[in-house]
């Protein structure tokens, strides 16, 4: 990815008055006319699609995309969050240009979702699409204070050389219809215009900085003679998914050479 963020200051959404009362009238008018709603999963990170052609062994890098396009004419949007920090469980087309997305809680929590990061294709220029995340957690969220989506297109970056960007309209964060133990569940809608034909766009919540990404920086830092003589790193330990937990050492190592040895 384009690397780092834009150092200009970021535009902030400006709320439509009522947008939230539109939102939950809208989200109503499923259960009146339950017929015009296609409820139709065109993703999920780990079962496979039962209509599919393609039957992948296990550990296999290049995993089959879920759904299937039937022709050049169908403009049902492929998601993909099956790589590093995607997080991205099920996503339900309800109306053509619309989709209900569930997220994979965070590992080691206990239903925890506040972030999202995944990529769509087979996006129409113009278009709007709507994206509903349904399993949010938190009562209220910095969306209704001005937050946008992030968006990274690869053809702008190939292009242009544009990284991120902040995209999305009537962008919106509230109860919703699904109820949990301690509550509610709320979601977190947002509406997006892509800028080109069949394009593979990241959709995420904040700048993403996976895993490999800090064993990248990390690894400059090492190489950097102005910097090393200060930075120490060793593997402290193993995660459970076999990823080195990295034990970092800042000082003056010249002035206190018993610190190396720590």
């Known amino acids: 990815r384009v690397w780092p963020p834009p150092p ?6 400006e709320l439509k008055e009522g947008i939230v009362s539109l939102m939950i009238i809208h989200d109503n008018k499923r259960t009146l006319n339950p017929a015009s709603v296609l409820n139709r999963v065109v993703y999920d990170s780990i079962e496979a699609n039962p209509a599919s052609k393609h039957k992948a062994p296990l550990g296999v890098e290049e995993l089959p995309q879920y759904y299937e396009p039937t022709g050049p004419d169908d403009e049902t949007i492929i998601f993909e969050s099956r ?23 965070d590992i080691n929590t206990r239903g925890h979702t506040q972030w999202y990061y995944f990529s769509v294709r087979n996006m129409r220029k113009g278009r709007k699409y709507k994206f509903n995340i349904i399993n949010m957690m938190k009562p209220d969220s910095v969306y209704n204070q001005g937050l946008r989506p992030l968006a990274y297109s690869n053809t702008e970056a190939e292009t242009q050389g544009v990284g991120w960007y902040r995209t999305a309209s009537d962008i919106a964060y509230y ?47 090492e190489a950097d003679p102005a910097r090393s003589n200060r930075f120490r790193r060793r593997t402290l ?24 040895k720590a």
């Open 8 to 13: 200009y200051p970021e535009p902030l959404n």
């Open 175 to 221: 109860a919703n219809n699904i109820k949990r133990k301690s509550g509610s569940y709320y979601t977190l809608t947002f509406t997006v215009t892509f800028p080109h034909d069949h394009d593979t766009c990241y959709l995420a919540h904040c700048f993403p900085f996976t895993y490999s990404d800090l064993m990248r920086y990390m690894a400059r830092l």
């Open 237 to 260: 330990c193993q995660t459970l998914a076999g990823n080195k937990c990295e034990l970092v050492t800042i000082t003056s190592f010249s002035a206190d050479p018993a610190a190396l």
């Open 83 to 105: 790589f590093e920090s995607g997080n991205l469980r099920r996503a339900i087309q309800i109306y053509p240009g619309e989709y209900d997305l569930i997220l994979r809680p």
